[in-house]
């Protein structure tokens, strides 16, 4: 529960790829009756866990503000893409990010099992983002990002900054301009003592993306300052599991760093 008289009761975070859940429906349309094997359905379960934004509702997690998780993993719905967006990465995958199936061979969604999907899973999150946002002046959405560019990234093969900020595509900015250059610099300060001795360093902004959807969506239909910000994985998972002690190093940093924006937009 957040506290609604404190210093971070304005902000709304949005963490909307960090469950590696997946609806009964969903696993039995991608492993058929595989489904009922145990070691295969786990696997699926772990795959789309480790290819979403693992541990991202608990670094981006901070008492006082109010939070918002995906239930379900990005593969059984996309609530960072547009409803509308059809392609093979869009709201509804068919691929992971190394471009192996979701499917078995031959499956398409038709117009009735698309819309039932987007009626299950991306509307009502859609709808509960809205009413969280009322009486917020900031909306974070965390992410996490592969140390290195995936075959379905822009960016492939190519080692990724420590810290990323999406703040808005050139004509389509989600937050202030004029503040953007006061948000890196906060980033710089609180993720100092995270990043250094790392492979992964540099603060980023707009690398390799410069806009988040969720967060051009909402600023433009609510007015709220909103951002996307990306943490690389390689600073704290390695090998498919947490690094010890890394989860709460991210937590307080970004802690640190929430703090010194709600103070930049007074």
């Known amino acids: 529960m957040s506290d609604a008289s404190g210093p971070l009761s304005k902000l709304l975070i949005v963490t909307p790829h960090s469950s590696g859940a997946l609806p009964p429906d969903v696993i039995r349309t991608m492993l058929g009756e595989d489904a009922f094997d145990t070691e295969k359905r786990e696997a699926l379960l772990r795959r789309v866990f480790l290819e979403g934004d693992p541990y991202t509702d608990l670094i981006f997690n901070l008492t006082g503000a109010q939070q918002l998780s995906a239930p379900w993993s990005r593969f059984a719905t996309d609530l960072n893409r547009e409803r509308d967006d059809e392609s093979d990465n869009g709201v509804l995958k068919l691929f992971d990010f190394d471009r192996q199936p979701l499917y078995p061979d031959s499956f398409h969604f038709t117009s ?28 974070i959405v965390g992410h996490s990002m592969a140390p290195y560019g995936p075959v379905l990234g822009p960016d492939r093969g190519k080692p990724r900054p420590g810290i990323t900020l999406m703040m808005g595509a050139p004509g389509a900015p989600s937050f202030p301009a004029e503040r953007v250059k006061a948000v890196e610099s906060a980033a710089e300060r609180a993720f100092a ?67 010194l924006v709600l103070e930049s937009l007074g």
Not at 225 to 253: C, D
């Open 112 to 139: 009735q099992a698309r819309e039932a999907r987007l009626q299950a899973v991306w509307d009502p999150f859609e709808r509960d983002l809205t009413a969280a946002l009322k009486g917020k002046s900031l909306l």
């Open 193 to 259: 003592d995270v990043l250094a001795g790392e492979a992964f360093t540099r603060v980023a902004v707009g690398d390799p993306w410069d806009s988040d959807t969720i967060s051009v969506r909402h600023a433009r239909q609510s007015g709220v300052a909103a951002f996307g910000i990306e943490v690389n994985a390689g600073l704290y998972m390695k090998e498919g599991q947490a690094r010890p002690g890394q989860l709460a190093k991210l937590n307080a940093a970004f802690g640190v760093f929430a703090g």
